[in-house]
């Protein structure tokens, strides 16, 4: 595959994901100025190693692009401004199994990101092209490298609202459940609802500590382990698979590998 087409691949999964209310949008502050957006890559493309390592790991599936920067499940669409301080490890997005929503963590502590912290950023996870939550791990591991005299579990709202520009501007629909991606509520544009992901998160929203109404963020192999079971549920990761894998035989031959590679999903109940 030509670098063209996997550069274009890239760019039309993220531009068409990253859509909401007709335009490209930052994904952190909802900015839609086409001067100012970027593409975000999780995983650095200057650092092939982790990226081998990870699939070596099944933290991402063995069937994802070669180069990081070909996978649009490695991006992110971020105003100039946040893709920065992204880069810069001030803030990291971890997202938590129990109420499936990516939130933005202000670990940093700068007073410019807080009104971030603690919300839900525009990213679902049911949609084919949503980023493997197991990724952020990574990310978050240096964040907090990078501020080591930070409180190790920052507490955070337990009741988790989605970033202002998603809440005041009508771009969830709590009705459906879904992003309105192309126009205004109650316009026939909305996805489709899917079913929820089949996963219990086997960790505590919180602990004693965190007082009524918080929760924290620890980061341990419990946590992990969640996140990465997480994962390996999403609609994203079947999706890849099938994307990753070749279907050129008969019928027959097809079936037996799909289920013996990518296994057969048991109905919700």
Partial sequence: MSVISTTTAFNTGIGRR???????RCVVCGHSSDAVLQHCHISRDSEPQPWSSLKARNWIPSQLKSLPRHEPRNGLLMCANHH???DGYDFFIRFFPDIRKFVFVNFSGKPSLQQFHGKAI???IRDHHAPFPSLFIIHEMRVRGFHPFQP????????IPWQDWISSHGVFNDVSGTFNRDGPLDNGNNLSVQPQLQFQPTTSIGDASSGPGRR????????????????HA????????????SWSGTAEENTQKYVSSIGV?????
């Fill in 234 to 245: 999403m609609p994203s990761w079947r999706a890849c698979q099938m994307e990753g894998t």
């Fill in 152 to 159: 190790v579990t920052p507490a955070i709202p337990d009741d």
């Fill in 122 to 124: 525009a990213l679902d």
């Fill in 265 to 269: 999903q048991e109905p919700p109940p």
């Fill in 18 to 24: 990253d859509t909401f209310l007709g335009e490209r």
């Fill in 84 to 86: 920065l301080i992204f």
């Fill in 216 to 231: 924290t963020l620890a980061l341990n192999a419990e946590v992990i382990s969640d996140i990465l079971a997480a994962t």
